[in-house]
């Protein structure tokens, strides 16, 4: 296998699209918001990405098995064009961080990206009953339209920078004059958390513009609201003083 290996199942022809990345990090935030995004809109399939730099191994679902890859979706929602990028893995190593973003960049170029969104999500190391969309962004316009949709702009956060693709995207697609940003959903940064996809889609929403329905991503949030509530139970009944009648069976 070479260091990449392409396939190009589609090329339709997109008016001035956005990119889109969603791929696994904190608290999943990116790929869900992306899986979202495909779900709600026809998805066309125009790239299939595999590469060496993945880490080496297959995915299985009902027994069936697929090659670790990056997947580039066409999508036509309301009055723009998307391109959305997604997958189960981002790279096994540093270099392959970069050299993977240089082939997504490629695609990009191929289909006349104007702007890039990253979006992934920035732990905060506690449940987040409200959370907040933390922005970065490659120039100041950018910056000023964000966060006139409230994305939240703090001086040295996230704390230690934007690792992975959603980071590369921004300072390799600077470099190659493309205007970027990245939106980050408050989460835990332990558990998968829809609430926090759904916030950042909220943000996109008003930015691209898109027009997008959250009921199943509602409902995934409602889900994982049970399960945080199960969590916070059995640490409370882990945390709680023994009663006499606990004692009695202490040898």
């Given amino acids: 296998m070479d260091e990449f290996d392409i396939e190009r199942p589609a090329d339709p022809e997109l008016d001035n699209p956005v ?3 969603g791929l696994p990090g904190v608290g999943h935030v990116g790929k ?3 899986e979202h995004l495909l779900e709600e809109f026809d998805a066309e399939l125009v790239r299939r990405i595999y590469s060496e730099h993945f880490p080496p191994q297959v995915t299985v679902e009902d027994g069936r098995t697929q090659l670790a890859c990056a997947e580039v979706y066409a999508i036509s929602a309301a009055e723009r064009d998307c391109l959305v990028l997604t997958g189960d893995h981002q790279a096994a190593d540093g270099p392959g961080h970069y050299r993977l973003t240089e082939a997504f960049l490629d695609v990009a170029a191929a289909f006349d990206v104007s702007r890039i969104f990253a979006l992934g999500g920035v732990p905060t190391g506690e449940l987040v009953e ?3 969309v933390i922005g970065a962004a490659t120039t100041d316009d950018l910056i000023e339209e964000l966060e006139a949709v409230d994305v939240e702009f703090r001086e040295n956060e996230p704390a230690g920078g934007i690792v992975g693709v959603s980071g590369l995207l921004l300072g390799l697609g600077e470099r190659r004059g493309y205007e970027a940003a990245c939106l980050m959903g408050e ?5 998968v958390d829809p609430k926090s996809a759904r916030v950042v889609l909220e943000a996109l929403e008003e930015t691209v513009p898109l027009d997008i329905g959250y009921d199943s991503l509602e409902e995934r949030a409602d889900e994982m609201e049970e399960v945080v509530k199960q969590i916070q139970q059995m640490e409370q009944n882990a945390t709680a003083a023994p009663s006499e009648e606990d ?3 202490i040898g």
Avoid: H, N, V, W
Wanted: charged share 20%; glycine share 6%.
């Fill in 19 to 21: 990119l889109i990345e």
């Fill in 32 to 34: 869900l918001a992306a």
């Fill in 130 to 132: 409200t959370p907040d």
């Fill in 187 to 191: 989460t835990s940064g332990y558990l």
């Fill in 247 to 249: 004692l009695r069976y």
